[in-house]
């Protein structure tokens, strides 16, 4: 059981013009594991991510792709209600988007609970206890609304929504950015606890957690998938000189040294790779040719003609 993102391609539409954002992006996600995307800010991981529930922005348009969830493409789907929430569920980049102010944390849980599981009231509480139990929030804090939680404790409260929805697979966008590192370490505990039976796409830049937690990495460059692999394999055999800047301008680096220059914006056109003109292993042929993803070893794949 699982998801998988096949060749997506995505854009915007701007003033008569369409700008092109994710390019061929292709992911799987199993249950058991938690799947990292990383890369830097603006390379495409959080509309990868929304293009699953299809919360993307009016101005965005998918040209082509699969989304394939339980032997059927999301993509084609009229409607996404049922699949949402209760099947997928959201941990977003900012939790105060998918908390409603005027309402409790029970009574939000309830809501979720009653509508995705179908069941009554007292029923609805036990369930709503035990996820609040799962996310260590005491039960006499049910009443609180979302302003009197701290951010990680509201951060806390969108996972026991999303646990006691039953969703099968939990997209988590930079779930611990905001978050000090005990918190941090609360919410990384709690993914593996519930990866057993969740399919998990954990969303960072923090190349550290995904060294600690994740089981698969695939990094984002510019709209592109350009290197993907199991963890271990990753930091053992970084293999695309993006993913090996990422890692040499970690501060545990004993030779940190960022990569120099910004990543593009949709507006520019680049040919050929499209990280070669930050490349410092670049050649001649990589400003003309877009290479493709290479089979390095069995799960390793590397988008750079380093490789052909
Ligand atoms: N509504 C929009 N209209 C036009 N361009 C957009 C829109 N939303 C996102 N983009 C562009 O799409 C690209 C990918 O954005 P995305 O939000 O997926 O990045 P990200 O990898 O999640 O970055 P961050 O780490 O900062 O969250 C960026 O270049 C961004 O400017
Ligand atoms: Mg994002």
Redesign the pocket.
């Given at each position: 059981m699982g998801l998988e993102v096949k060749k997506l391609n995505l854009g915007?539409e701007?003033e008569g013009q369409f700008?092109q954002?994710?390019f061929n992006v292709s992911f799987s996600l199993k249950k058991g594991q938690i799947h990292a995307?990383v890369?830097?800010?603006?390379?495409?991981?959080?509309?990868?991510?929304?293009s699953i529930l299809r919360l993307?922005?009016?101005?965005?348009r998918v040209t082509s792709g699969e989304i394939l969830f339980e032997g059927e493409d999301l993509l084609q789907r009229k409607n996404m209600e049922s699949v949402r929430g209760a099947k997928i569920a959201l941990i977003p980049?900012d939790p105060m988007t998918s908390l409603n102010p005027l309402y409790t944390i029970e009574n939000q849980l309830l809501e979720v609970i009653k509508k995705h599981q179908g069941l009554e009231d007292e029923q609805a509480l036990d369930v709503a206890m035990r996820a609040l139990d799962a996310v260590h929030i005491p039960p006499d804090r049910m009443k609180s609304y979302p302003h009197e939680f701290s951010g990680g404790m509201k951060q806390r409260a969108i996972i026991a929504m999303a646990l006691s929805a039953g969703a099968q697979v939990l997209i988590a966008?930079?779930p611990t950015t905001a978050l000090d590192v005990t918190i941090q370490a609360q919410i990384m505990k709690l993914l593996h606890e519930i990866k057993h039976d969740t399919a998990i796409l954990l969303?960072t830049?923090d190349l550290a957690l995904v060294g600690e937690n994740a089981d698969f990495v695939s990094v984002?460059y510019g709209?592109r998938v350009v290197e993907s692999a199991p963890v271990r394999e990753f930091f053992k055999n970084t293999a695309h000189p993006y993913s090996q800047g990422l890692l040499n301008s970690l501060p545990s680096c004993s030779s940190l040294e960022p990569i120099e220059g910004q990543?593009?914006?949709?507006y520019e056109e680049i040919s050929g790779c499209r990280f070669h003109p930050r490349c410092k292993k670049r050649m001649d042929i990589c400003s003309e040719q877009n290479p493709r993803m290479y089979k390095l070893s069995d799960e390793h794949f590397c988008a750079c003609l380093l490789y052909n």
């Open positions: 915007f701007c700008n954002a994710l995307l890369g830097e800010s603006g390379c495409g991981k959080t509309i990868s991510a929304m993307l922005p009016k101005t965005a980049q966008d930079e969303i830049h984002m709209g990543p593009p914006t949709i």
